[in-house]
């Protein structure tokens, strides 16, 4: 089994700073592509940001240039950094990993709020 813990959501103001991470255990073998998808009232669950095992990235076009994703290999753990946030970034953030064999897992999700 594996688990994905998410931390770091919260309440912040528009123009302000937050870090999300997750943290990857259990019956792990290996992680090719770690991911933070995000989820607001009413709308599908959408990509933010995804990182592979090379450490290449791919962003959202909403989210270019305002967030990064990093992964650590050693710890397993995959982190967020949102900058310069805006009200319609408010949503549920997701966790996702996908192994080598194509399993995937999601976290439990964490919420970010953005205040005007």
């Known amino acids: 089994q594996v688990q994905l813990v998410e931390s770091g959501g919260g309440l912040v103001q528009a123009g302000g700073s937050l870090r999300l991470s997750c943290a990857v255990s259990?019956?792990?073998?290996?992680?090719?592509?770690m991911d933070w998808y995000r989820q607001s009232p009413g709308k599908e669950r959408e990509l933010v940001a995804s990182?592979?095992?090379?450490?290449?990235?791919n962003y959202a076009d909403s989210v270019k240039g305002r967030f990064t994703i990093s992964r650590d290999n050693g710890r397993n753990t995959v982190s967020l950094q949102m900058n310069s946030v805006k009200p319609e970034d408010t949503a549920v953030y997701y966790c996702?990993?996908?192994?080598?064999?194509?399993?995937?897992?999601w976290g439990q999700g964490t919420q970010v709020t953005v205040s005007s």
């Open positions: 996702h990993v996908v192994m080598r064999s194509l399993r995937s897992y």
């Open positions: 259990g019956s792990i073998f290996s992680i090719n592509v």
């Open positions: 990182i592979g095992s090379g450490g290449s990235t």
